[in-house]
């Protein structure tokens, strides 16, 4: 092949890529399109917290983008079907979002024996929305009121403890691994097909123990009608006040919270991803909105996009290293 026959061959094979470029700067530049959806991917059933984050800020997105956003329920698969929709979408083009959790982000990589995406590789982090701590709480009748009270019974072996959790493999499940493992007890793990029924037995005293999230089981904890020994996160929670930590209880280096975010298929252009991140920033330095978010039991975070990936890269070396130290699997 001559050297002009060689030319002519580069321009037309590359002519196309450029086109593409071309076509998806563009894009980024003109997102959104008032006249195109976003719809926003939710891995969960309705009615939970991750869905309610999706219906709070959806509005207010909408409002900010000047396009409609819908939320779209896509449950199944410990989350695991949802995010796997967006992680294949085509093109990546900022039009499909995910509520991202922390199951499917961070810890299913270490459940499952394979999954159909890699939160890392085929994800794009946006920004990251809630650190939802967990509450370690018990049934009045058990007589504890401190995680100290809590490990001495355990270790006392004398009365017969047992936790519940949504599940293997899900926050609360995680929660009572950590701890045993962390204070050397041995509190059986008792599964339920969700956190709804597992939180009845608690309060029914079928269970003693519980680590829950704190928005679901925080008009029980006010009422009375359990006794909350810690939460598990780093800070104390506002919703909670007078709850230590886990660390100020007496159980230094504990911590483990679930948390949410939005992603994108990898490959959305930058552009359309600083977009996406500030619109939701904004939302979060809005005072009225920043009350109704904190009432569902978690702090507002927000931050960048790459805070969101380095905390899904650290938790899932984290969470899956406590995964397979503890033996857990899915059922």
């Given amino acids: 092949m001559n050297r002009r026959n ?3 061959w580069l321009a037309g094979g590359l002519l196309p890529l450029a ?5 998806l700067a563009q894009a980024a530049t003109a997102y959104p399109n008032p006249g195109k959806t976003i719809r926003f991917v939710v891995p969960y059933p309705p009615g939970g917290p ?3 984050m999706a219906r709070m800020l959806a509005p207010e997105m909408q409002k900010r983008l000047g396009t409609n956003v819908i939320v779209d329920n896509k449950s199944g698969a410990g989350g695991n079907l ?12 900022g039009y499909t979002l995910l509520l991202a959790a922390s199951g499917p982000m961070a810890v299913n990589a270490s459940l499952y024996k394979s999954l159909p995406f890699d939160p890392i590789k085929d994800l794009a982090p946006v920004i990251q929305i809630s650190a939802f701590p967990q509450v370690l709480e018990v049934h009045p009748s058990l007589g504890v009121k401190t995680v100290k009270e809590l490990i001495a019974l355990a270790q006392a072996g004398k009365v017969p403890l047992s936790y519940a959790s949504a599940g293997n493999g899900t926050p609360q499940h995680l929660a009572g691994e950590l701890f045993n493992t962390t204070v050397h007890t041995e509190l059986k793990h008792i599964p339920y097909r969700g956190a709804g ?3 009845n037995d608690l309060l029914g005293g079928q269970v003693n123990v519980m680590f829950d999230i704190l928005g679901s089981s925080l008009p029980y904890l006010q009422t009375g009608k359990l006794q909350p020994l810690a939460v598990t996160s780093a800070q104390r929670s506002p919703a909670l006040p007078q709850v230590p930590t886990m660390a100020e209880a007496g159980v230094p280096g ?14 959305t252009p930058k552009e359309i991803v600083d977009r ?11 005072p009225a909105f920043r009350t109704r978010w904190e009432a569902i039991g978690t702090p507002v975070v927000g931050g960048s996009a790459a805070d969101f990936g380095q905390l899904i890269r650290s938790d899932s070396e984290r969470l899956g290293k406590l995964v397979k130290s503890a033996g857990v699997t899915v059922d």
Avoid: C, K
């Avoid at 086109?19 to 076509?23: L, N, P, S, V, Y």
């Avoid at 504990?254 to 490959?267: D, K, N, P, Q």
């Avoid at 996406?276 to 809005?286: E, P, S, Y």
């Fill in 197 to 199: 029924p597992a939180l």
């Fill in 6 to 8: 060689l030319n002519r």
């Fill in 82 to 93: 949802g995010t796997t929709e967006v992680a294949r979408q085509t093109p990546a083009d």
């Fill in 276 to 286: 996406l991140n500030a619109t939701v920033n904004a939302i979060f330095q809005d």
């Fill in 19 to 23: 086109t593409m470029g071309t076509a």
């Fill in 254 to 267: 504990y911590e483990i919270s679930a948390w949410h975010g939005i992603a994108v298929r990898a490959g």
């Fill in 50 to 52: 991750t869905d309610l």
